[in-house]
């Protein structure tokens, strides 16, 4: 049983890093995005850095 579940959880790893490999950026970064944008979709103004 316990190689069934080693084989198991290494191949549920690799699935991961397949399709979520070749993400760019931090979690943070990607974090802060999707709270933006959730704020942003709740009608709160979010200014961004390249606006004054």
């Known amino acids: 049983m ?7 959880e290494a191949a ?11 993400e760019q950026g931090s979690a943070t970064a990607r974090g802060v ?3 933006e ?6 009608g709160i103004h979010i200014p961004r850095p390249d606006t004054h």
Do not use: C, S
């Not at 316990?2 to 198991?8: N, P, S, Y």
């Not at 549920?12 to 070749?22: A, D, N, P």
């Not at 944008?37 to 709740?42: I, M, Q, Y």
């Open 2 to 8: 316990t190689g069934l579940q080693a084989r198991t």
């Open 12 to 22: 549920t790893r690799y699935t991961l890093i397949v399709l979520h490999g070749e």
């Open 33 to 35: 995005t999707l709270v």
């Open 37 to 42: 944008t959730k704020l942003r979709a709740a």
